[in-house]
């Protein structure tokens, strides 16, 4: 379904009730909000069906950030990471959310730190799943070539510090997106591609370039989860480990997955949803 925000239409879906019963009483469940990664190459049904093993826990909404899946395009192109977490917020208002716990991965984790910076209060809790502070190409570039050899080093050094064209992103795509899990995935037949947006994200100088957290996420206010695998080569482990030490140490809960590459869920679900349902239902601050 689509509702109007800020100007655009945003498309969401929304799995399970907000209100369970519970020993005869009802029980209101938490909004757990997914946001996916890379704008225009990637959309909500990335976390369909996993995300189902926790209905129980929460209530599921699902998003497509403006520029993605079937969600309009920014007004003007004026696309950015201030923009979608205002996003977020308008969102939550006009569904009547209150205190959502907001879980992103990959560049969904930038738009979850710019929100949860720019609306300190808003959320309940935050998960920030295979992200980064900000882009470190060479530890990125060494990752994919330890895990995919000269050829994924090559491409990867290319597409993420010389130029982004359709020549190097389908080199990327062959050389180092196999390489992002530790098993096979499922093909990306439901995504729906955005060009537009790909290219303005990615670009050379583009928006996941400019982003930068390092000086400002100490004043993250919420209990945040930093979720990482041990394998990923886009967003490598030490990215993780940078964030968990930038965080105040009081909301810091860190779960590393061994074995795991981009999303750990993706490769060792059982673990990580056991991770997430506890921290979910935790009544403390870490």
Not at 194 to 201: D, H, S, W
Request: hydrophobic share 40%.
């Amino acid at each position: 379904m689509k509702i109007d925000i800020n100007g655009k239409k945003i498309f969401f879906d929304i799995e399970g009730p907000e209100y369970v019963t519970d020993n005869g009483a009802m029980v209101k469940l938490p909004t757990l909000i997914l946001i996916h990664g890379s704008p225009g190459n990637s959309d909500h049904s990335v976390f369909k069906p996993a995300f189902s093993e926790l209905r129980d826990v929460a209530r599921i909404l699902y998003l497509d950030l403006s520029g993605s899946g079937r969600s309009d395009d920014e007004p003007g192109n004026h696309f950015s990471l201030d923009q979608w977490a205002d996003d977020l917020v308008a969102l939550c208002d006009a569904l009547d959310i209150e205190k959502p716990i907001v879980l992103g991965v990959s560049a969904g984790g930038f738009v979850a730190m710019a929100y949860g910076l720019r609306h300190p209060d808003h959320a309940a809790k935050l998960i920030l799943a295979s992200t980064q502070a900000y882009l470190d190409v060479e530890r990125s570039v060494a990752e994919f070539g330890r895990l995919g050899g000269a050829e994924a080093e090559a491409a990867a050094r290319t597409f993420l510090a010389e130029r982004v064209d359709g020549k190097t992103s389908a080199d990327f795509n062959q050389h180092c997106m196999p390489l992002y899990n530790t098993t096979p995935q499922p093909s990306r037949s439901t995504i729906i591609f955005r060009a537009n947006l790909a290219q303005i994200f990615h670009d050379i100088g583009g928006i996941w370039h400019q982003m930068d957290f390092r000086s400002e996420l100490h004043n993250i206010r919420v209990p945040t989860m930093v979720l990482a695998g041990d394998q990923d080569p886009i967003t490598p482990l030490q990215d993780s480990l940078d964030i968990v030490k930038l965080l105040p140490d009081e909301l810091t809960t860190f779960v590393m997955v061994e074995g795991a590459g981009h999303g750990p869920w993706r490769d060792k679900p059982e673990e990580v949803f056991a991770s997430i349902r506890t921290f979910i239902e935790s009544q403390s601050n870490c």
